[in-house]
């Protein structure tokens, strides 16, 4: 039977919307008017899902997209995931390198535009050193370009400014895995949505940000429709739909309500005492890391009552008893969260408060039983948090302020002793604060759009008007925000038109094979790179590549001594396998799908005294951290007596630069709004539909009003795709302490009819 193009995305955009609501998708195949001649087995270019996709190739071009049935989501995408080829080809794309010259871009030959990157990059370093300047980049570049980009700052320009888009997004995530565990990344696997009893979904819009999870979520609840939900969410969102218990909170004080359930989980006689009496520390006072008992625990614990949380967060004590309950009694509790929980200034507190409650009742390393942080982005794991893409970093989790770490990173790399600079580079707001200020001089910033997705954006959008600095941005879109204002623009060849991995939410790494060549004079962001570090003299042993897949095997090589273990993952059985995950010691390994269990996770003997073996922590005991209830960085008041939360629309991603291309996408959310409380609207005089003038410390903006029952009252929602009215004029800098991640989620507001 002949697809047309319409009937594809007819169905495509029913999915889309039964996604929405938590019903089951149908099958997305979305076979256009075109048959291809060929398919060619790749990733998704969007969410930390990391569905696998076959790319539709004819004539040289892509033409359509379907689903991987080999991958983790068998064959099934949401619609942005079966929209992807009217990207490719956008009249928007940048084929050729841009030179600002009195202003404006003009048009510049490839050597034109390096000669002067370079210089300048030379300038700054012989003039102000080589923290001067700084790589900004990606969750969504490829492994292999961060690995290179972090690899030619750190060993070859003697500069640990390395950051990018995941300080925004993961770094909490980073911080509460690795303060309670030791090491980063989550222990279990999608798998665990198959075998678990109650899902408790915290901070995580799953329906609309990782659609094909949560419809095997809804599927598992269909089954067995004993398996519960809870939603943990100040809105309302389609995710909560499917819930048992919709928990709707005063923004920020989820912290107390999880040190609740922990107190009712012990009162109620529901912990594991085995589990936590043997595998668990309880750390009492995290700055002196002082060791302390259970006891210790129920009292601090003693502060927070259903009761009295109740009246801190407003939510009923019978529903922290309920919640708690259910958490502790399953057979098997898997948690997801996102940046409900990692974009606040107390994220890294928030994450461990979730791994408490694992650790506290055991759920955890059995089937369907995990702490399960999801990643937004394709490739934030993989590429970054794994590969050591940020400034504090190096690879497979060691740290720069460790001697030892920069020592055998040294000996691996082959170079000389003393190369990596002993002090971490700047995180990504001090980095943007310095760049503003005129004290980081060059910056290479790819895969990102920061003049749109920053927070408090318009201090940085000044500080790119500086004209004694100077910004390199590598974007494939003319019409990027961050095109505004950067002095060379480079065109880099776009997802399927390049090679090489993403690692997604479960340490799942899969290959995006080159399905076609890239336009114009476009070059992948790894050729651009290696383009770079030659010309700026990087000694050539750092950069021993003539393609990708010798990054790849260097970084097998370079995991293979560390518990991440790469080594069975070659490229031969990723051109065959649709994703392995890891560790992954031998090419016969299968992977692993549970961490820190004896005969699951290769980095434990098969002959280990106990069943689990939490290695990260010197004495293989996971940490149950006392962390207390604090409140935002900027709580509403007599002046701003609201809240502003930010977040996303299932149909766009980030800053809009692709998914506005798509009509499809582009109609079903034109435009950015703010929504609303029934109440709150009928107090203000505001109707569906009314402009409503949103002003907080920073900025005022006005939005079209959707007046539902999705924001709880005293909260306003507004998302952050739209480039014509960008939210983060409005949001705040405030950044969590410890993992350097901004309180997006979180501000104080007033509105008004206009
Ligand atoms: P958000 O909409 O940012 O999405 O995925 P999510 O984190 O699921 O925020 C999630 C929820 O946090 C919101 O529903 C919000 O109401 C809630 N929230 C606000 N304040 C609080 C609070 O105080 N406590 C709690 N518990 N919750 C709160 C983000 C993820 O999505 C990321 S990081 C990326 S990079 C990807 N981006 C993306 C996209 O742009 N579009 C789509 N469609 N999907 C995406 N997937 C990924
Ligand atoms: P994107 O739109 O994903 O957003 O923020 P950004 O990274 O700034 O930007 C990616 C850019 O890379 C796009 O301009 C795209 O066109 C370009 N691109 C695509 N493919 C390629 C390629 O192959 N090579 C190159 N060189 N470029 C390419 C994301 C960030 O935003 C994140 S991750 C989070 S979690 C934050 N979330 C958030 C929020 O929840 N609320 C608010 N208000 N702001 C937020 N900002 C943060
Ligand atoms: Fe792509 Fe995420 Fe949709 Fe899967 S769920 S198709 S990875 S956007």
């Known amino acids: 039977m002949k697809v047309t193009r319409r009937d594809v995305l007819k169905t495509a955009a029913a999915a889309s919307a039964m996604a929405a609501i ?23 270019r969007f969410c930390g899902t990391g569905c696998g996709v076959m790319v539709g190739v004819k004539g040289g071009k892509v033409v359509t997209v379907k689903g991987d049935p080999n991958n983790h989501n068998a064959g099934f995408l949401c619609l942005k995931g079966a929209l992807m080829p009217p990207i490719v080809y956008s009249k928007e794309r940048v084929t050729k390198p841009y030179i600002r010259k009195n202003g404006k871009l003009e048009p510049a030959s490839w050597d034109e535009a390096m000669t002067l990157v370079v210089d300048k990059f030379k300038t700054a370093i012989k003039e102000h050193g080589p923290t001067s300047v700084a790589y900004y980049g990606s969750g969504q570049a490829l492994t292999e370009e961060t690995y290179l980009a972090s690899k030619i700052w750190k060993a070859g320009l003697g500069s640990n400014n390395v950051e990018g888009n995941p300080r925004l997004c993961m770094a909490s995530a980073v911080g509460g895995y690795v303060t309670t565990f030791g090491k980063d990344e989550p222990c279990g696997s999608y798998d665990d949505i198959d075998n678990a009893t109650c899902f408790f979904i915290i901070g995580s819009n799953m329906s609309e940000c990782h659609p094909i999870l949560f419809k095997r979520v809804a599927k598992r609840k269909q089954n067995s429709p004993n398996v519960k939900v809870i939603v943990v969410d100040p809105r309302k969102t389609n995710t909560a739909r499917i819930a048992d218990e919709h928990v709707s909170f005063k923004p920020g004080t989820d ?13 109620e006689e529901l912990d594991n005492a085995r589990f936590h009496g043997k595998y668990c520390n309880f750390i009492v006072d995290w700055k002196t890391k002082k060791k302390g008992s259970f006891d210790d625990y129920v009292k601090f614990l003693e502060d927070y009552t259903p009761e009295k949380v109740a009246e801190l967060s407003g939510v009923p004590a019978e529903q922290i008893v309920r919640i708690a309950k259910m958490f502790a009694e399953s057979s098997a509790t898997t948690s997801f969260w996102c940046m409900g929980l990692n974009q606040r200034i107390r994220g890294v507190w928030a994450n461990n408060l979730v791994s408490n409650l694992h650790l506290l009742t055991g759920h955890i390393g059995k089937p369907g039983a995990s702490p399960f942080s999801l990643t937004g982005q394709p490739n934030a794991c993989g590429g970054v948090r794994d590969t050591g893409g940020l400034c504090h970093l190096l690879p497979a989790g060691r740290l720069i302020k460790k001697p030892e770490h920069r020592a055998a990173l040294e000996r691996q790399w082959g170079i000389p002793a003393g190369t990596i600079a002993p002090k971490p580079g700047l995180h990504t707001i001090a980095l943007w604060n310095a760049f503003s ?3 980081v001089k060059a910056m290479f910033v790819l895969c990102t759009n920061p003049a749109h997705s920053l927070p408090n954006v318009n201090i940085y959008t000044e500080g790119m008007k500086r004209t004694d600095n100077f910004m390199v941005l590598s974007e494939p879109f003319m019409d990027a925000e961050t095109v505004k204002y950067c002095d060379v623009l480079l065109p880099p060849a776009f997802w399927c038109e390049k090679r090489g991995t993403y690692g997604c939410s479960e340490r799942r790494y899969a290959l995006l094979k080159k399905s076609v060549e890239p336009m114009g004079e476009c070059r992948s962001d790894f050729e651009i790179l290696m383009d770079f570090a030659k010309r700026m003299g990087v000694d050539p042993k750092v950069i021993p590549y003539k393609d990708v897949d010798d990054v790849w095997n260097e970084w097998r090589m370079v995991s293979a001594e560390t518990p991440y273990n790469f080594s069975g993952i070659t490229r031969a059985r990723m051109e065959k396998e649709s994703g392995i995950l890891w560790p992954c010691p031998t090419e016969d390994h299968p992977g692993t799908k549970i961490r820190y269990v004896r005969g699951e996770d290769p980095n434990i003997p098969t002959d280990y005294k106990n069943k689990y073996k939490f290695y990260g922590k010197k004495d293989n005991k996971a940490w149950i951290i006392l962390r207390p209830y604090k409140g935002a960085a900027e709580e509403p008041d007599a002046d701003y007596p609201m809240v502003l939360t930010t977040g996303r629309v299932i149909d766009h991603w980030h800053t809009g630069t692709m998914t506005m291309k798509v009509p499809e996408l582009r109609r079903s959310f034109p435009k950015a709004y703010v929504e609303v409380n029934v109440d709150d609207a009928a107090k203000a005089g505001i109707k569906n ?15 079209q009003a959707r007046v539902s029952d999705v924001c709880r009252p005293g909260l306003v929602f507004v998302p952050w795709y739209d480039p014509n009215l960008m939210i983060n004029k409005l949001t705040l800098n405030a950044f969590d302490a410890g993992s350097k991640q901004p309180e997006y989620k979180i501000c104080a507001v007033r509105i008004k009819k206009a």
Request: proline share 4%; glycine share 6%; hydrophobic share 45%.
């Open 255 to 267: 912290l107390a309500i999880l040190n609740a359930m922990a107190h009712v989980i012990i009162n």
């Open 437 to 439: 200020e005129g004290k």
């Open 22 to 44: 938590g019903a089951p998708l149908t099958q997305v195949a979305n076979a256009a008017a075109n048959e291809p001649d060929e398919w060619v087995k790749s990733v998704c």
């Open 689 to 703: 539909g009314d402009d409503v003038v949103l002003e907080t410390r920073r900025d005022t903006m006005t939005f």
